[in-house]
């Protein structure tokens, strides 16, 4: 997250950081996956590399785009593109879990009655299962990818940090850290572990 949001990125350095987090999350999402269906290892491979193209193209095309335009000072410039990673890393995560676990969609997930015991398979409990986990992804990292290029835009004017360049780094680990604190919990908290549907 920290070198995701890092100023002045390169080119290679935003496909790095960005292939890195999606390779990140692309074991998070294998690991926390519904594992009731066996599902074939093409399918992880699959949903990785959608993930890594979608966030490595969104991220390059809005650098690009953002660069290419001229109505911006070079300072609303950086601003601006401290907000990229947001928009690239939100859509390739919603990639990444239609991808890894869209056999769910056509299988379905098993589902339960009250005493715990299988009572079927279910596409609508997939779909919504699917639904859900999309939708945290793109909330988990809002606060982590938005929350600290706003703080670190005002603390980077502060005579403490312009005085001390050196700790703009370990100071915006601290900012990402905090958030990804309050947002873990926050995104996690969205959805009951354990969802019901009308039969």
């Known amino acids: 997250v920290v070198g995701l949001l890092l100023p002045n990125q390169t080119l290679a350095s935003t496909v790095f950081w960005q292939w890195l987090n999606q390779s990140h999350n692309a074991c998070v999402n294998y690991a926390n996956r519904n594992a009731t269906k066996p599902s074939p290892t093409s ?83 997939a779909k919504h299962a699917l639904l859900e986990t999309a939708l945290t992804r793109v909330v988990l990292p809002m606060p982590i990818l938005v929350l600290p290029p706003i703080i670190m835009s005002v603390l980077e004017k502060t005579s403490l940090l312009r005085s001390r360049p050196r700790m703009i780094l370990p100071v915006q680990s601290l900012v990402c850290l905090a958030a990804f604190g309050l947002a873990l919990p926050l995104a996690i908290s969205l959805f009951p572990q354990m969802s019901e549907v009308s039969t």
């Open 43 to 125: 399918k992880f491979i699959q949903g990785y590399l959608g993930a890594v193209i979608s966030a490595v193209s969104i991220a390059v095309g809005l650098n690009v785009l953002i660069q290419r335009a001229n109505k911006f000072t070079p300072s609303t410039r950086l601003l601006i593109q401290r907000f990229v990673p947001f928009p690239a890393v939100a859509s390739a995560n919603i990639c990444n879990v239609v991808l890894m676990r869209h056999t769910e969609l056509e299988e379905g997930i098993d589902v339960l009655d009250n005493n715990g015991n299988i009572v079927g398979s279910s596409r609508i409990a």
